[in-house]
């Protein structure tokens, strides 16, 4: 990556303010450092040149005095301009961040521990890029022009000095840019690749040690901390070995310059004040420079975080619509979903009418596409082919949010969030009173084991609904459904986790919920399926025409 790449200024316009600001202080700042060097010139030849008292350079001490203290608040207020710039470059990457992917959807923005990795710690590392690193490009850019206008007109001699050794840092910094770019990028996919693979053995580690596996994997663990660690080491190797290269030039650098003055000086073809002024800003200029080098690796790892994010930004979203949601009669016309890097179709063609205020049942058997024919509904998946269409729209023309507030939808497995069980029932109906909430949870048969506990609705969930066995989790969804009130209700296998009584009941509820409303449920069980006015098998007319196809074929030869 670039020092400044051109998509943080696109991405995040937090940035062009503080680049703007960053220049006015720079500019500012290299003017005190002219100004503190020549008044120190001026002060120490006055004194030991023409034996000044201090009631006669007292004005340049003074001035001396206010330079130094701006110098100061000019400093501060780079810092504090860089850490709020930070703070807001960080807010607008990540906010960007998260709205592409929620539009990537689930799934094309690929894994979730990588995601989160990038969105935590992978963009808290800009920190060291907006505090150290830029500040300090701006002024390697100002500093060295503005301190070499001064000596010029003085000490060309010097001035040539330093003009010819200046560039041999950065050209210096490129080459050590080249060998750590690949580093630190390898060294963040590890750190990606540890937190997903560290999230999936938390996630899974009952199983894993009920399967007595849980040592393996903390085997894999250690060994991707160990390579990880081992990358680390080496960026920092190269990172200290270059700041020791850089100091040793800059510091011959200077050395080569307060040695033609001191010949110069002995020669008497220099003044005392012009030597100072020189001897002053020469390391001054080197400055900037040697300080961008140092804090390069410091800030290469928000630099790789950002390039990645970068990428995931520029993955083109999947073109979707912006009318409104129609209704009307719900279409899929021949249509097919095939996973990436799966041979079977997810889904085979399917064509169906489903009309308003119908209850429908998907049957078929188990993997033959109806939770994708749900999710293709929902717009949470494109066809591959055929299309699906609402009152003779397309719904790919059709804006997701739109689609989605006509919906309510309870997933096979359904998500809760940690909270109260309350809050969990009011997700797609936020404003919802009390009662109403309390209602919704009769519907669904959650009322008596709700009211059972402690806190009854108050009752705060773990992380992923942890306290509730998977019945009553499903009922809190589905009293989550019951409470939106959409005129669309997707219910993926309603019953799936319920008991004779329980299921009876939720039936009803489903019924008496389906007036007025379209519903659409995938069913294995009879109960279910008896519900319905109408099923749709899907996969299996085409298995039939694959069949008759076959023996058609098999009769022929
Ligand atoms: N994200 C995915 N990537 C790849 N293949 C997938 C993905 N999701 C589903 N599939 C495959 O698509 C097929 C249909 O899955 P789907 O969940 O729609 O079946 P289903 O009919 O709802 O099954 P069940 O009745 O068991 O719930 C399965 O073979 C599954 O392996």
């Known amino acids: 990556m670039k020092p400044l790449d051109p998509r943080l200024l696109r991405h995040a316009r937090a940035t062009r303010t503080y680049l703007v600001l960053s220049v006015a202080l720079g500019v500012a700042l290299a003017a005190l450092v002219v100004a503190q060097a020549t008044l120190l010139a001026d002060g120490i030849t006055a004194v030991y040149l023409h034996g000044a008292d201090v009631h006669r350079i007292a004005p340049t001490l003074a001035w001396l005095a206010a330079v130094v203290a701006l110098r100061a608040a000019v400093a501060w207020?780079?810092?504090?301009?860089a850490a709020r710039s930070s703070a807001a470059v960080k807010h607008q990457l990540r906010s960007r961040l998260l709205a592409h992917v929620?539009?990537?959807?689930?799934?094309?923005?690929?894994?979730?521990?990588?995601?989160?990795?990038?969105?935590?710690?992978?963009?808290?590392a800009l920190d060291a890029y907006f505090a150290r690193y830029l500040?300090?490009?701006?002024?390697?850019?100002?500093?060295?022009?503005?301190?070499?206008?001064r000596i010029?007109?003085?000490?060309?001699?010097?001035?040539?000095?330093?003009?010819?050794?200046?560039?041999?840092?950065?050209?210096?910094m490129a080459l050590v840019g080249l060998h750590t770019e690949s580093a630190n990028r390898r060294q963040f996919r590890l750190l990606a690749r540890l937190s997903h693979h560290f999230l999936d053995v938390v996630a899974g580690l009952p199983t894993l040690r009920v399967f007595g596996r849980a040592r393996r994997q903390a085997g894999i663990i250690a060994r991707i901390s160990a390579e990880q660690r081992t990358v680390t080491m080496r960026t920092l190797r190269v990172a200290f070995l270059s700041s020791l290269v850089l100091e040793l030039l800059a510091t011959l650098s200077v050395a080569l310059v307060a040695v033609?003055?001191?010949?110069?000086?002995?020669?008497?073809?220099?003044?005392?004040?012009?030597?100072?002024?020189?001897?002053?800003l020469a390391p001054e200029a080197y400055l900037p420079l040697r300080q961008v080098g140092a804090n390069y690796h410091a800030s290469a790892e928000g630099l790789a975080a950002a390039t990645e994010v970068f990428r995931m930004l520029d993955t083109p979203v999947p073109p979707r619509g912006a009318a409104?949601?129609?209704?009307?009669?719900?279409?899929?016309?021949?249509?097919?979903?095939?996973?990436?890097g799966r041979a079977e179709a997810s889904l085979p063609p399917l064509t169906a009418e489903i009309r308003p205020g119908e209850l429908v049942a998907l049957t078929g058997p188990?993997?033959?596409?109806?939770?994708?024919?749900?999710?293709?509904?929902?717009?949470?998946?494109?066809?591959?082919?055929?299309?699906?269409?609402?009152?003779?729209?397309?719904?790919?023309?059709?804006?997701?949010?739109?689609?989605?507030?006509?919906?309510?939808?309870?997933?096979?497995?359904?998500?809760?969030?940690?909270?109260?069980?309350?809050?969990?029932?009011?997700?797609?109906?936020?404003?919802?009173?009390?009662?109403?909430?309390?209602?919704?949870a009769e519907q669904a048969g959650a009322l008596d084991f709700i009211d059972a506990l402690p806190a009854g609705l108050a009752t705060e969930l773990g992380d992923d609904g942890a306290g509730l066995s998977a019945g009553q989790r499903q009922r809190v969804a589905l009293a989550r459904v019951f409470?939106?009130?959409?005129?669309?209700?997707?219910?993926?296998?309603?019953?799936?986790?319920?008991?004779?009584?329980?299921?009876?009941?939720?039936?009803?509820a489903i019924r008496a919920h389906a007036a007025g409303r379209t519903v659409v449920m995938t069913a294995h069980r009879a109960t279910l399926v008896a519900l319905a006015d109408r099923t749709i098998l899907v996969g299996a007319v085409p298995d039939l025409v694959t069949a008759a196809v076959a023996a058609a074929a098999e009769a022929a030869a």
């Not at 003779?392 to 739109?402: K, R």
């Open 366 to 440: 188990s993997g033959c596409g109806k939770s994708t024919a749900l999710a293709v509904l929902l717009g949470l998946t494109a066809p591959t082919t055929g299309r699906v269409t609402v009152g003779g729209h397309d719904l790919a023309g059709v804006s997701p949010d739109a689609w989605c507030r006509r919906v309510a939808w309870l997933p096979q497995r359904p998500w809760l969030s940690a909270g109260t069980i309350a809050d969990n029932i009011r997700l797609g109906a936020p404003g919802a009173t009390d009662t109403a909430v309390r209602r919704a």
């Open 483 to 508: 409470l939106r009130d959409a005129p669309l209700v997707l219910l993926d296998e309603p019953t799936a986790n319920l008991d004779a009584d329980t299921e009876a009941g939720i039936l009803a």
């Open 102 to 124: 929620a539009a990537l959807g689930p799934g094309a923005a690929g894994d979730s521990g990588k995601v989160a990795t990038l969105a935590t710690r992978g963009l808290d």
């Open 152 to 172: 010029a007109p003085v000490d060309l001699v010097a001035a040539g000095t330093v003009a010819l050794t200046l560039p041999l840092i950065p050209v210096f």
């Open 77 to 81: 207020a780079q810092e504090v301009v």
């Open 135 to 149: 500040p300090q490009l701006v002024l390697a850019a100002l500093v060295p022009v503005i301190v070499l206008a």
């Open 260 to 280: 033609g003055i001191g010949l110069r000086l002995v020669d008497g073809g220099l003044g005392l004040a012009t030597a100072l002024l020189v001897l002053i």
């Open 324 to 340: 409104p949601a129609p209704s009307g009669v719900i279409r899929f016309e021949g249509v097919t979903v095939r996973h990436d």
